[in-house]
């Protein structure tokens, strides 16, 4: 297996721009989570899904973000419209169980300018 | 409010000796914490971790204390290795959460 699938890996755009970042999580997992991480912060949990269905959104900053999982392949995280403060890397991980070994993806680090 | 605290951001420990990362925590009730490693430009991977009910869980060169009565857990890595150099993340899970710790960086020196 190749492990999470994130795109893009890096996402500079201008504030007020909508951003769309995109997971693959592994085959077979049926817990799928959105992280993000800044130094302020560190690694915060925005929202989870389990069998496509959005089980704690409570971590989502504000409603610029949302998040979908259309089928068990594929999810998006999507800010609109995007601010600078959003700037920081996205993690989306999945695991087989709700918070057993979590797999992570290799992020996507987004600029806001 | 921080529930889960890694106090010290970073950590420089000569190759061969023991490391020691800490964390401590405000909240009492949990199912498990869980350890995790990040090298740069890569996402985090699962390394240990602990149930409540224990004290001590031991794999290879990782063993993970938790102390309940101080609220504390601790990851010693021994002998400390080159490729241990990265940031450690301690996280715990409770009911449906999940929350991390800020990290702490090692530096593993020659």
């Known amino acids: 297996d190749a492990g999470v699938i994130q795109s893009p890996r890096h996402e500079v755009t201008e504030m007020g721009q909508e951003v769309t970042l995109r997971c693959k999580p592994i085959?077979?997992?049926?817990?799928l989570f959105w992280y993000r991480q800044t130094m302020m912060r560190g690694l915060e949990l925005l929202i989870y899904?389990?069998?496509?269905?959005?089980?704690?959104d409570s971590g989502m900053p504000e409603d610029r973000f949302s998040a979908k999982m259309p089928n068990a392949s594929f999810s998006t995280l999507k800010i609109q419209p995007s601010e600078p403060r959003d700037s920081a890397v996205y993690f989306c991980?999945?695991?087989?169980?709700?918070?057993?070994?979590?797999?992570f993806g290799p992020g996507t680090r987004l600029t806001v300018l | 409010d921080q529930q889960v605290k890694q106090n010290s951001p970073s950590l420089s420990v000569q190759e061969g000796r023991i490391s020691i990362l800490n964390c401590d925590y405000t909240?009492?009730?949990?199912?498990?914490f869980l350890w995790y490693k990040k090298y740069p430009a890569e996402g985090p991977t699962f390394l240990i971790s602990?149930?409540?009910?224990?004290d001590k869980n031991e794999d290879g060169r990782f063993t993970v204390f938790l102390n309940k009565s101080a609220k504390h857990l601790s990851l010693h890595i021994v002998p400390s290795q080159p490729g241990d150099s990265a940031v450690y993340f301690c996280?715990?899970?409770?009911?449906?959460?999940?929350?991390f710790g800020k990290g702490t960086r090692l530096h593993i020196l020659p």
């Open positions: 996280a715990y899970t409770r009911d449906d959460k999940i929350i």
């Open positions: 991980a999945s695991s087989p169980g709700p918070f057993n070994e979590q797999f």
């Open positions: 909240n009492s009730m949990f199912d498990y």
């Open positions: 602990i149930s409540s009910i224990k």
């Open positions: 085959s077979g997992h049926d817990y």
């Open positions: 899904f389990n069998n496509n269905v959005p089980i704690d």
